[in-house]
T-cell receptor, first 110, second 114 residues
Framework: EPEVTQTPSHQVTQMGQEVILRCVPI?????FYWYRQILGQKVEFLVS????????KSEIFDDQFSVERPDGSNFTLKIRSTKLEDSAMYFC????????FGPGTRLTVT | AQSVTQLGSHVSVSEGALVLLRCNYS??????LFWYVQYPNQGLQLLLK??????LVKGINGFEAEFKKSETSFHLTKPSAHMSDAAEYFC????????????FGTGTLLAVQP
């Protein structure tokens, strides 16, 4: 059964450093998303991506964030200069009317 | 503004008892409705969804949910709880359109007692 994969499973970084979170969506999907879940809180939408461009972004997704589909399989989320409050679980998802989620990357900013 | 409310952040049931997890939404247009389950240290797994058609939808692991437009609700039920059902359950809505972004409720942690 096809699934969304994410790497790494856990990333620890120092404040101010850049991180890139990687995702491989389901191969025939065209819509991609990033969500985040701060510990103990609900899952929040960050950004959606279709046809090689951002289709919608939330107010969380500021200039420190960017997304890219560098090739035909990967979908990345970059945080340019991490802050303590960026510590969260980041989920990638793909699909249109049904979204399938990856296992997440736990980002810890120290 | 569109929102999702899940009543009860923690629900505890006995094994074999009925599971009822509540979800209400606020929207001026009919949404698509979803329930996801999250086991500890894992991602979100789609349990079931409603888009159009029959308002009672069946999902995996014996769960089902009924869309009631008049009540703006999409409660999740399972007739008989199993220990393996212990997890966090999230209700979510989307509204189609260009992005189909999901708006999640705050989640309900289900505990199943032996």
């Amino acid at each position: 059964e096809p699934e969304v994969t994410q790497t790494p499973s856990h990333q620890v970084t120092q404040m101010g450093q850049e991180v890139i979170l990687r995702c491989v969506p389901i191969s025939n999907h065209l819509y991609f998303y990033w969500y985040r879940q701060i510990l103990g809180q609900k899952v929040e939408f960050l950004v959606s991506f279709y046809n090689n461009e951002i289709s919608e972004k939330s107010e969380i997704f500021d200039d420190q964030f960017s997304v890219e589909r560098p090739d035909g399989s990967n979908f990345t989320l970059k945080i340019r200069s991490t802050k303590l409050e960026d510590s969260a679980m980041y989920f990638c998802a793909s699909g249109k009317y049904e979204q399938y989620f990856g296992p997440g990357t736990r980002l810890t900013v120290t | 503004a569109q929102s999702v409310t899940q009543l009860g952040s923690h629900v505890s049931v006995s094994e074999g008892a009925l599971v009822l997890l509540r979800c209400n939404y606020s929207s001026s247009v009919p949404p698509y409705l979803f329930w996801y389950v999250q086991y500890p240290n894992q991602g979100l797994q789609l349990l079931l969804k409603y888009t159009t058609g029959a308002t009672l939808v069946k999902g995996i692991n014996g769960f089902e949910a009924e869309f009631k437009k008049s009540e703006t609700s999409f409660h999740l039920t399972k007739p008989s709880a199993h220990m393996s059902d212990a997890a966090e359950y999230f209700c979510a809505v989307s509204f189609g359109g260009a992005t189909n972004k999901l708006i999640f409720g705050t989640g309900t942690l289900l505990a199943v007692q032996p």
